[in-house]
């Protein structure tokens, strides 16, 4: 409908219609003759079917601070324009007005611009976007321009990430991450090195990605310095706090010198330093000697007068040693005969009884939300067996090792560790372990398969482990490898290492649908000879119903690329690897170490992956802005420990009870909001109804640490009290709400140690230690169990009663499918295993002499 003051522009155009065609009629009726010969540029008579046409159509524009912005609209031929802003339109008396005519074509030409003012924007806050359009008018109809959107320009203060400072070697690989902070139109982002900015296309060496993180692709010494991320838009600029990037070298050596002459003392020597390269900031000094001797032969000792005295001399020193020598023969000769005469049984049961204790796990403290554990029950009996007091035994003390000790070699040679002996009995010797964990790490890095490997030794554990078998644990990620006994050959020693490989650090390609399920796990040295499958345990974060899902388990080979070994509920019992799925975690079987991680391909819309919902806020707040972060992370617990030490760094706290989220693959958008705050004291610096995370973002799962902040103001410092809604959903799909209220100042728990720290296992058990089964009692559950029985009372009743029924095909292939199953209850029930609940099912089977090691606490 036509407003109103456009009504007066109607009568008056229907007139100047008939003007028009009165003026363009043949042979110029309506003008006299005297007039006729003044025209000398007469109007085309097309005019009156022209339609007008834009010549200027008003652009978007963003208001910055309180200054009004202006919109424009230039057409021809026209003979009216108006605006519409929103669906309204915009008043008569606000319109600014030019008429002119086209000289080259003799068409009127009209210009029209409006002011739009901040205030006008903010009347519709959080509805939709202000946009506006002009309407033109000619004697043949109307035409629209396209419409121009007016939007109130910001920048937020905070930085989402910031970069952090490192220490790196010499030619490493350098990302420093930044997340600009939250403006309209999008921040741009520079980066500084030293307060000068850096231009990737004259030093190529720097390389700034998409999504503005920096990378430094060959760390030079000349790279060393502090690191800013500037972000800016039209209304401001803000800098990120500095990341200080040392790059150190470590020391090398160089050629030794040539040998200097025999001298009187019939030796020579020889040096060299440590100058390719020299060390610097802070790197290694060079390891080994800078000089060595050696002695001449006697050719080349300078000849000197030698008198009875030295002749004594000598055949002395020569006396000394051979007695010395015999000595040390009868000593060993009389200690291996003693150890020969050993029992081989009790030789045995000393180091594999001795070492059996039962496990604790700290209690969780009341108030503090824990990640998911499964409780441990009071055992009030436990498997074990009755030890022997008639004998005299030793404890074997095992060669355990945290990732914070110190370090020799990495070695996989077929070292003493375990000497046989006569009768099957075996004398242990403690292995030197390697103690420094960066030389470790170092000496991997420097083999071409080991190069994409973390150098954080927090998410990395190793140890020397023989036939004995044991167990590497990285806390708080539910992520461990069991390594059961008689896994590694016996004679052999392996230090094997178990670590996370970050899924930005390891690009993992992923097609269609597919969807990165677990973390992506690193077990090694790859290439080690096994003898039985060891067991990874991990979390994943899908629905784990099948009938939605394929499942494979992907393996990195030697070259670099990614191969399908296994997929669930298709194995093949002739293959090296099998997986057994829970709800929340998996176990899978492998005869070879290497690099692991679940991908999963949707069959149908069904198909869910599970979200974890985190909100932090700062632990202290002395300005007007309030900022509540929200992540939306995969549902693991390594995932769970990255964000809780990350908001650790950047003082925040949990400020409610972690939720899970069903996301399904239906393409639809996770959605954000927040409601219910009190108006009076709080406002949202949200400009929208809500905040929108794209659905492959989420479901790709490639982006680790995945979150949204919403930006609160308070009216004034002494409000401290909030109370809010939070909703987190996905469109057309599950949702979940946050009720939030508390007070922000008083309030100030920081995240509790004991929520990181609530897995206090060992990182790395060797030996009996490690298991909850002791070693003799394994053996005897194996041997009655194995052999096939008539009634079905042998090991297929055992996986029946342990809810195994699926994997009887696969158990039936190994040559004991008793102690694949007792493996698995081990990696399974590490933390909260039920011994005596093992001695029930036992004794439900019928097996008599399995009720020989039901014995109560007290009589162990």
Not at 85 to 110: F, K, S, Y
Not at 274 to 283: A, E, F, S, V
Not at 505 to 515: E, I, K, S, V
Not at 594 to 603: T, Y
Request: proline letters at 6%; charged letters at 20%; a negative charge.
């Amino acid at each position: 409908m036509m407003p109103l003051h456009l009504a007066p522009f109607v009568r008056w155009r229907s007139g100047l219609v008939l003007a028009w065609i009165c003026l363009f009629s043949v042979g110029f009726n309506c003008i006299g003759a005297e007039h006729a010969a003044s025209v000398t540029h007469p109007l085309p008579v097309a005019f009156s079917d022209l339609l007008p046409h834009f010549l200027v159509e008003p652009d978007d524009v963003y208001i910055v601070k309180n200054k009004p912005v202006t919109l424009t609209c230039r057409s021809t031929p026209a003979t009216q324009i108006y605006f519409k802003c929103n669906g309204e339109w915009v008043h008569q008396d606000q319109h600014l007005i030019e008429r002119d005519v086209d000289p080259a074509t003799g068409l009127p030409v009209m210009q029209v611009k409006i002011d739009i003012s901040r205030q006008q924007v903010e009347k519709i806050f959080g509805l939709e976007d202000y946009w506006c359009q002009c309407v033109a008018w000619s004697t043949t109809g109307t035409q629209k321009s396209q419409k121009a959107f007016v939007r109130i320009a910001y920048l937020r203060k905070n930085f989402e990430e910031e970069p952090l400072g490192k220490e790196v070697a010499l030619d490493q690989e350098v990302l420093l991450r930044c997340h600009p902070p939250e403006g309209v139109p999008p921040a741009e982002v520079e980066w500084q090195r030293n307060e000068e900015m850096i231009d990737p296309k004259t030093d190529p060496n720097f390389f700034i990605t998409a999504d503005h993180n920096l990378i430094i692709k060959q760390a030079r010494l000349a790279d060393t310095g502090n690191y800013t991320c500037v972000a800016k838009n039209i209304v401001a600029r803000r800098k990120s706090s500095s990341a200080t990037v040392i790059v150190y070298v470590d020391g090398g050596w160089s050629e030794w010198s040539k040998w200097t002459p025999c001298g009187v003392d019939c030796s020579m020597w020889r040096s060299r330093e440590c100058t390719q390269p020299t060390p610097g900031t802070g790197g290694k000094e060079c390891q080994g000697l800078d000089v060595q001797s050696l002695n001449c032969t006697s050719e080349q000792c300078p000849q000197t007068a030698s008198g009875a005295e030295d002749v004594a001399l000598y055949v002395g020193i020569v006396a000394v040693a051979l007695c010395l020598t015999l000595l040390l023969i009868i000593l060993v000769l009389v200690y291996r005969r003693k150890k020969e005469g050993l029992d081989a049984d009790v030789a045995d049961s000393s180091i594999l009884t001795t070492g059996f204790q039962p496990m604790g796990i700290k209690p969780t403290k009341p108030g503090v939300w824990a990640p998911r554990r499964a409780a441990r029950s009071k055992n009030s009996h436990l498997l074990t067996i009755q030890p022997d007091l008639t004998t005299t035994t030793t404890s074997y003390q095992g060669t355990l090792r945290s990732r914070n000790e110190v370090g020799g070699k990495f070695s996989m040679s077929n070292g003493p560790l375990l000497e046989p002996l006569p009768n099957g009995s075996h004398t242990l010797h403690n292995g030197k372990l390697p103690s420094d964990p960066n030389a470790f790490m170092d000496r991997l890095s420097s083999q071409t398969y080991f190069k994409t490997l973390p150098r954080d030794n927090v998410n990395t554990s190793y140890g020397t482990f023989n036939f004995l078998g044991g167990r590497l644990t990285l806390p708080n990620t539910g992520i461990s490898l069991l390594i059961p006994p008689e896994a590694i050959p016996r004679g052999k020693i392996y230090e094997i290492y178990l670590t996370i490989q970050k899924k930005e650090d390891m690009r993992l390609p992923l097609a269609g649908c597919q969807t990165l399920l677990s973390p992506v796990v690193s077990c090694g040295p790859p290439g080690v000879m096994l003898t039985r499958p060891v067991i990874l345990s991990m979390d994943h974060c899908f629905d784990a119903c099948l009938e939605n899902w394929a499942i494979r388990l992907k393996k990195q080979s030697y070259e670099g690329s990614w191969e399908d070994v296994l997929q669930l509920g298709e194995e093949l019992v002739s293959e090296p690897y099998y997986c057994q799925l829970e709800a929340e975690t998996c176990q899978v079987f492998t005869e070879q170490l290497g690099r692991f991680a679940l991908v999963g391909e949707s069959l149908c819309m069904a198909a869910a992956k599970r979200l974890k919902l985190l909100l932090f806020a700062p632990a202290y707040c002395s300005t007007l802005e309030y900022n509540i972060r929200v992540y939306c992370m995969d549902d693991t617990q390594d995932l769970l420990k990255e964000v809780m030490q990350m908001e650790r760094q950047l003082g925040g706290r949990l400020i409610d009870e972690p939720h899970v989220l069903l996301f399904k693959d239906s393409y639809h958008n996770l959605r954000l909001s927040i409601h219910d705050m009190p108006q009076a004291h709080w406002r949202s610096k949200l400009l929208a109804g809500y905040q929108e995370i794209p659905f492959y973002h989420i479901w790709s799962g490639s982006q680790r640490t995945l979150h949204c902040t919403f930006t609160l103001e308070r009216q004034n410092l002494s409000t401290c009290d909030l109370t809010c809604t939070l909703c987190v959903w996905q469109v057309e799909g599950e949702g979940q709400s946050f009720s939030l209220d508390f007070n922000i100042s008083k309030d100030i728990r920081p995240l509790d140690s004991d929520f990181l720290l609530m897995d206090n296992c060992t990182p790395a058990l060797a030996g009996p230690s490690a298991f909850q089964i002791p070693y003799l009692i394994r053996q005897k559950i194996c041997s009655s169990l194995d052999a096939p029985c008539p009634n079905g009372a042998d090991w297929r009743l055992l996986a029946q009663r342990l809810k195994l029924d699926r994997h009887m095909s696969f158990l039936a292939s190994k040559s004991s499918p008793t102690s694949l199953i007792l493996d698995l209850w081990e990696a399974q029930h590490f933390h909260s295993g039920n011994l005596n609940q093992l001695a029930a099912v036992m004794a439900e089977i019928g097996k008599q002499e399995a009720m020989i090691f039901l014995v109560s606490d007290g009589e162990c």
